[in-house]
């Protein structure tokens, strides 16, 4: 399990600003491109799902 973004749902056309919801720097963001989650930080707290305002972040089975 791991938490992904789907490139469909974010418009990467601004700074994601989930990048400072994350507690433990798990998501990283070149430019205004596709935010990335590395798996070997996250903890699976779930915020950045929930405060996705495109609902992009979601949790692949
Ligand atoms: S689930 Fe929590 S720890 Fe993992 S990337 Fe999202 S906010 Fe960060």
Do not use: W
Not at 1 to 17: E, G, I, L
Not at 38 to 52: F, W
Request: aromatic share 4%; net charge positive.
């Amino acid at each position: 399990m791991a938490y992904v973004v789907d490139a469909a749902k974010c418009p990467q056309n601004h700074r994601c600003p989930l990048l400072a919801v994350c507690p433990v720097g798990a998501i990283t963001q070149q430019g205004f491109s596709l935010p990335r989650i590395d798996a070997s930080l996250c903890i699976e707290c779930g915020k950045c799902a929930r405060k996705c305002g495109m609902q992009a972040i979601y949790k692949d089975a």
